[in-house]
């Protein structure tokens, strides 16, 4: 049985022409589209024929749509190629400089060079006060100090129009979270504070007398406690007895974000009440570690001599070696710094500072 292939003797030639916006300069060229040429078998041909004669018409017609308009969509496709090229080239023209109506792009202006504060290289010296930007230049950054040329450089930085408080800052390998890790003293410094303290006492019976004798400020019992709760703090230490410490509880959302609460660690909670009194009067300072593991001690005042406030910085550093927590593993001491309330620090020599003898003279 010999088999026969209908192919559709005519073909669709389109002419391609380059696009005039496009930057390279193609030559004309011919592009033939032929569409898929159908193919019939005679045996299905046959049982159409024979058995269902419309269907062999369907088939037909089918054979000739493709061959009228198959091509018709080639055409369709090259049309939108030659578009798609044609974009290509208006973007490549705007990156290089005009629209794609030959109009030129306006170019951004360069930014200003930025002078003054806003050209300084870190950033949080941009908010300084020009005070503080001359003071620092006294000192090198990341320089470590003996303790000595610490405090003198310390007291030239102090150019404010009131006295500044010498502060010492220490960070310590310490986590507070842990119980066996928390820091909370005091340390007497031999010079005092530099300022005067207001102390409250929390008594009753015949230590009341002994209190006011003592010099202590404010004496009371319930009283006091009632004049607390009502708002009033015009104190900077609350002593109490061990016998008022139950009445005391009722104060510890008052005073315990503040600071004041009695607590024996800090020696404010003692049953020899003249004693605590003329202690924090002369200038015993309570310290704790916050939750980062770092000591703030206040030392002194800018207007001290150098070696008054050597000799409170010694103090308070060997304070804070004293009480170290058992807790503690590994290098105790990571940094230590000190400054004035409004000046830059100033880092020590963690050796040199541990290490360190006043002189027989102080």
Request: charged share 25%.
């Amino acid at each position: 049985m010999a088999t026969a292939c209908s192919t559709p003797t005519s073909s669709l030639m389109l002419p391609y022409a380059a696009s005039a916006a496009h930057p390279l300069n193609l030559t004309q060229s011919l592009i033939w589209f032929k569409p898929k040429a159908p193919c019939f078998c005679p045996l299905a041909l046959s049982y159409c024929a024979v058995g269902r004669r419309k269907s062999g018409k369907q088939v037909n017609f089918d054979a000739r749509r493709e061959a009228k308009f198959g091509g018709f969509r080639l055409v369709v496709a090259a049309v939108a190629a030659e578009a798609e090229v044609a974009e290509g080239a208006g973007a490549e023209a705007e990156v290089a400089g005009e629209g794609t109506g030959g109009v030129p792009i306006p170019t951004v202006a360069p930014a200003k060079p930025k002078t003054g504060k806003a050209a300084l290289p870190l950033k949080r010296d941009r908010t300084r006060s020009k005070r503080f930007l001359e003071i620092q230049k006294l000192r090198e950054n990341k320089q470590e100090y003996d303790v000595k040329t610490a405090v003198s450089l310390l007291k030239q930085m102090t150019k404010t129009k009131f006295v500044e408080t010498a502060e010492a800052h220490f960070r310590l390998n310490i986590d507070p979270k842990y119980n066996d890790q928390q820091l909370r003293a005091t340390v007497n410094l031999p010079k005092g504070t530099g300022q005067p303290v207001k102390v409250a006492v929390l008594t009753q019976g015949e230590k009341f007398d002994e209190a006011k004798n003592a010099g202590a400020d404010l004496v009371g019992g319930e009283d006091l406690i009632e004049q607390i709760k009502g708002g009033f703090m015009e104190f900077d230490k609350l002593i109490a007895s061990p016998d008022m410490m139950p009445k005391v509880a009722s104060l510890g959302r008052i005073l315990g974000p503040r600071g004041l609460m009695p607590n024996p660690k800090a020696g404010t909670v003692s049953t020899n009440i003249p004693q605590a009194i003329a202690e924090f009067k002369k200038g015993k300072v309570e310290y704790r570690a916050d939750k980062t593991g770092i000591v703030h001690i206040p030392f002194g005042k800018a207007d001290f001599s150098e070696d008054d406030l050597l000799v409170n910085l010694l103090s308070a550093i060997k304070s804070v070696e004293a009480n170290k927590p058992s807790g503690a593993k590994g290098v105790y001491w990571k940094s230590a710094h000190i400054c004035s309330s409004m000046g830059p620090s100033i880092k020590l020599n963690i050796r040199d500072m541990l290490d360190y003898k006043l002189p027989s003279s102080i």
